[in-house]
Structure formats: structure tokens, C-alpha cells
């Protein structure tokens, strides 16, 4: 009879899904005889990829790397792509750390490769001791960061998005996380070698994602609503590589129901999403996805010794 007493929660559960999948319904149907204005940009945005690395085969890198250059519909967009890598860490298996792969056998046609003391401050407010290459990979102009220790995907995140929110007010003269030789060389990366002056959008994957040849162009015709500052793709598991189990079919369905159905409910009613999927997503560059209050302060916040859980 005890276990009765775990019926609330149950319930609770299902109730909430069907009150998400009634508005999620209900929207649809008003949003086909009341859709959303979409604007038109009079030119096409420019974009800059975003990819996080950590400890991924070089194999699981070139094939994030070869959707990237994949991608359709999107050649009329000045592009570049940043690569940050956490450290200098081997993956199983791995012959060489995931970073000496990138500057070594991955990213082969490189214009300069020199190393920085002290290049930024990570999220520990410590300097970090970066290795930088720049060059192209398949056309696609790349700025590449091999960070010499580990910082977490947050901390590769953070130098990603500062960035690219300070390249935008740069005549501004911003207060931020980077050295000024740091800063400059990046700066004049995307301003005189992709041609790029002002950044509208970042998209984000991650170094064991490979995206749909559609992918962007769809991230780019989301994104065109009027307030929307962030998008998230569909993820889905690679079952071509793995061999089906039941924790592959659950893990496939709790993607399917938090993406489909909780983040879409958010998105609907309080047009706020708690989380957008990194492997997958594009964010408008301003003050709500990269400001220094949303990166440094909240984002970033470097836990005290006195920090507790609540």
C-alpha cells in the first residue's frame, strides 16, 4: 500500500505533458490563421560557427567540420569559423590530444600558428595560455584556439561569445576578458581575412555533432521572428554508429520530449527557453545571449569556498 504514496508524482508528470501538448496544439492551430511576421534581411547575415572541443577523435572532428562545409543554402553568407579546444587532453584510443590533431592533420592549410601567455582570463578570473592557428579549412576561413589547460566547455563558451559581442562595439573601446594583442589579432581575423565587420549570428555545435546538410539555412529562417534572440535544431542520436539498446531508444525519446514538446512549450508561453541544446543552436550577437551581465556575472560566476548548494 506504501507505494501509493509515489501516485502524486506520477500523475503529476503525465498532467503536466498534456497541459504542455494541449498549448503546444492550441498555438498551432492559431498560429495557422494568425501566423508570425518573419522580416527579410536586405542583406544576408553574417554568421560565425562555434565549435567546442575537448577530447573528440579527430575522425568525430572532421566529420562536424565536413557538415559544416556541407551546409546549403547559405553561400550567399559570409562565414568564418572559431574553434576552441579545452586543454591538451588524449581521448581513448587517441594517439595525440585532440588540439595536436586539429593543428597537426585536421586543419592542414594554416597562415600563422604562435602562442599567447596569458591571452584572456578564463571563468576562475586565472590568466589562460593559449596556442592560436588560423588558416582555411576546405574554404571555410578558421580561427583556432588550443587553450593549455582545462577550463570546461563554459569557460570555451564564454571566450566564443565575449568575443564576438565585443568585436561588435569595438569602436566602443569595451572593458573585457582578453589581452589587447589577443584581442586585436581576432579582431583583424574576421575583419581582414573573412571580410567580416559586423557579426549577426553565432552557431554553435559541438565536436561530436554532425549536422544536417539544412541545418543552418533552417537555424537562419527561425531565427528571422521578431524578438527571437536564440534557436535550437532538432538533435537526434546517431544510430548508423551505435548498436540499439534500450538506454539508446530511452535517451532518443527524452530528446525528442524535452525538444519537442517542454522547450517547445516554453517557447510558447513564457517566450522564454530555460536551456538551448549547444550541439545545435543559433544565437543573435547582443546584450540578452552575450552581454558581459549574462556571460561574466550569471553565466560565468566562479563559485566561493562559502558557496553552498542553495
Known sequence: MCYYVFLPMITLTVALNDIMLTSVIVNKIWRFFVPETKYIPEDPETIVYALPCYNESPEECTKSLDSLINQVGVNAHRAALMIVCDGRVRGHGMAKTCGDYLLEDILVHRTSRFRLKDAYNSWDTLGMDVEVQTGHYKGLQYYCIIKDRNQGKRDSL???????????????????????????????????????????????????????????????????????????????????????????????????????????????????????????????????????????DLFGYYPKVTDNTF
Open 158 to 296: 564564454i571566450v566564443a561569445r565575449s568575443f564576438l559581442y565585443n568585436f561588435n562595439r569595438r569602436h566602443e573601446s569595451p572593458a573585457k576578458i582578453f589581452m589587447p594583442e589577443f584581442f586585436g589579432h581576432m579582431c583583424s581575423f574576421l575583419t581582414k581575412t573573412a571580410g567580416i565587420h559586423q557579426v549577426e549570428y553565432l552557431i554553435g555545435m559541438d565536436a561530436d555533432t554532425v549536422f544536417d546538410d539544412h541545418c543552418v539555412s533552417y537555424l537562419l529562417k527561425e531565427s528571422r521572428y521578431k524578438h527571437t534572440v536564440g534557436v535550437c535544431g532538432y538533435v537526434a542520436l546517431d544510430f548508423s554508429a551505435s548498436e540499439w539498446s534500450p538506454w539508446s531508444l530511452y535517451q532518443s525519446s527524452e530528446y525528442t520530449i524535452s525538444q519537442g514538446l517542454r522547450r517547445l512549450h516554453q517557447s510558447i508561453v513564457t517566450h522564454k527557453v530555460s536551456c538551448l541544446p549547444g550541439c545545435c543552436q543559433i544565437l543573435r550577437i547582443c546584450e540578452t545571449t552575450c552581454g558581459d551581465e549574462v556571460l561574466l
